[in-house]
């Protein structure tokens, strides 16, 4: 049963770089055809997509946050990463990562079906 | 980009009726390529339905999704009380969007 772990710090000073990672267990990030995501919740509201990257390094951006993310992916560890620039109290919310089965490849079940617990993130000086 | 809307944004019903949220899309959606989600306090959303109306891995059966295009539904035949929480509708694959949620509440 594949499960995901979030971590990183909690606290990013505004202007600084939130860096979060998510933590592969019980399966090969590279198996599959799945789209390794992250997305967001600020507080009390509905939740943000992020991006995604595929275990090629491939990655696709929500525009309105484009010019601050990346999102990579390292194998050898099982892991994927986040990075947000230039963040401001705006960006404080929970960070979830999540495993997506895109339409179109050969699999049993679709969409987000696995979620890590998620990691709150707080931007203040 | 397409947009989802959902409605309404609360809905208070009681144990045992049954609920209806709908999810609107500003274009279609590709072959129903369409979720939901619950979600409770604290929690992580949860994998309901996709392809709009298939039931993800052990989702009661009171959980039935439907519709296509652009207009589709959500309905929990008798609620029970752990059904109450936020619902998401999501348009999955390159661009993975999701509606802004409907709260289901206890009446």
């Known amino acids: 049963q594949v499960q995901l772990q979030e971590s990183g710090p909690g606290l990013v000073k505004p202007s600084q770089t939130l860096s979060l990672t998510c933590t592969v267990s019980?399966?090969?990030?590279?198996?599959?055809?799945?789209?390794w995501s992250w997305i967001r919740q600020h507080p009390g509201k509905g939740l943000e997509w992020i991006g995604y990257?595929?275990?090629?390094?491939?990655?696709y951006y929500n525009p309105s946050l484009k010019s601050r993310v990346t999102i990579s992916v390292d194998t050898s560890k099982n892991q994927f990463s986040l990075k947000l620039s230039s963040v401001t109290a705006a960006d404080t919310a929970v960070y979830y990562c999540?495993?997506?089965?895109?339409?179109?490849?050969?699999?049993?079940?679709?969409?987000?079906?696995?979620w890590g617990q998620g990691t709150t993130v707080t931007v203040s000086s | 980009e397409i947009v989802l809307t959902q409605s309404p944004g609360t809905l208070c019903l009681s144990p045992g009726e049954r609920a209806t949220l709908s999810c609107r899309a500003s274009?279609?959606?590709?072959?129903?390529?369409l979720a939901w989600y619950q979600q409770k306090p604290g929690q992580a959303p949860r994998l309901l339905i996709y392809?709009?109306?298939s039931r993800a891995t052990g989702i009661p059966d009171r959980f039935s999704g439907s519709g296509s295009g652009t207009d589709f539904t959500l309905t929990i035949s008798r609620l029970e009380p752990e059904d109450f929480a936020v619902y998401y509708c999501?348009?999955?694959?390159?661009?993975?969007?999701f509606g802004q949620g409907t709260k289901l509440e206890i009446k």
């Open positions: 990257t595929y275990y090629s390094g491939s990655t």
């Open positions: 019980g399966g090969s990030i590279s198996s599959g055809y799945y789209y």
């Open positions: 999501q348009q999955y694959g390159n661009s993975p969007f």
């Open positions: 392809g709009a109306s």
């Open positions: 274009q279609s959606v590709s072959s129903s390529y």
């Open positions: 999540a495993r997506e089965i895109p339409p179109g490849v050969p699999a049993v079940i679709y969409g987000m079906d696995v």
